[in-house]
């Protein structure tokens, strides 16, 4: 993109009136415009490809297909895509995969319309937007040892308010099995008990209740 072009703008939310605002925001400056909008994660796939945007904004939790698998679905067909994860959640797990999907900038929905639209310039330019806070978040996160697929659906179901035993006939797996996962569980977590595994799991977007 040549620096005197206008950066068009992709924007995907499931909630109309969050477009709307973010579109008055963006076409206000002279320098961008807003040349589609999406409100679910398949039709953001399907909008890029038609109009391969410069910039993409992308919500996390949308429906038929989720930001996470949206970003990663895009960037893989288009290398040079460049998205900004737009979220009201600032989970480290959140953050992490978001930017590991492809992400190149992270900005939560309570931004100012003036660092959106620096985010917005930045990213056009080729380069990464993190907030400060999320920066914080992100390396929180990756000195956090990682849960196994096991591990993540043993604790979806303690989520859910599973026992034990309920969870071994779900996963067909024995209940001592169960209580080795929930004990790896609690020590990766840095807790001692199941509610607060579970509580520290929300808060980190590891599980979403």
């Known amino acids: 993109m040549s620096q005197s072009a206008t950066i068009r703008v992709l924007i995907a939310d499931d909630h ?5 605002g973010l579109a008055t925001i963006i076409n206000r400056d002279p320098e961008m415009t807003v040349i589609a909008q999406a409100e679910n994660g398949q039709q953001a796939i ?4 038609e109009y391969q945007p410069d910039v993409t904004l992308m919500d996390l939790r949308m429906p038929q297909v989720g930001g996470v698998e949206a970003i990663s679905a895009i960037c893989t067909q288009f290398k040079s895509a460049r998205i900004i994860v ?13 930017l ?13 319309p003036n660092e959106l639209l620096q985010a917005i310039r930045t990213v056009a330019r080729g380069q990464q937007y993190i907030p400060p806070e999320v920066g914080a978040k992100l390396v929180q996160r990756l000195s956090n040892p ?7 659906e043993v604790l979806g179901l303690m989520a859910q308010g599973m026992s034990n035993l309920d969870i071994g006939a779900a ?29 520290v799991a929300v808060k980190r977007g590891i599980v979403n209740l």
């Open 171 to 199: 996963l067909t797996i024995g209940e001592s099995t169960v209580k080795s996962h929930v004990n790896r569980i609690l020590s990766k977590l840095g807790v001692s008990d199941r509610t607060s595994a579970v509580i």
């Open 16 to 20: 109309s009136i969050v477009r709307q």
């Open 46 to 49: 399907d909008r890029f490809r």
């Open 146 to 152: 990682e849960l196994s697929d096991r591990e993540l």
């Open 100 to 112: 590991h999907a492809g992400a190149q900038g992270y900005l939560l929905k309570d931004a100012k």
């Open 86 to 98: 737009l979220t009201t959640y600032d989970g480290d797990e959140d953050i992490y995969r978001g």
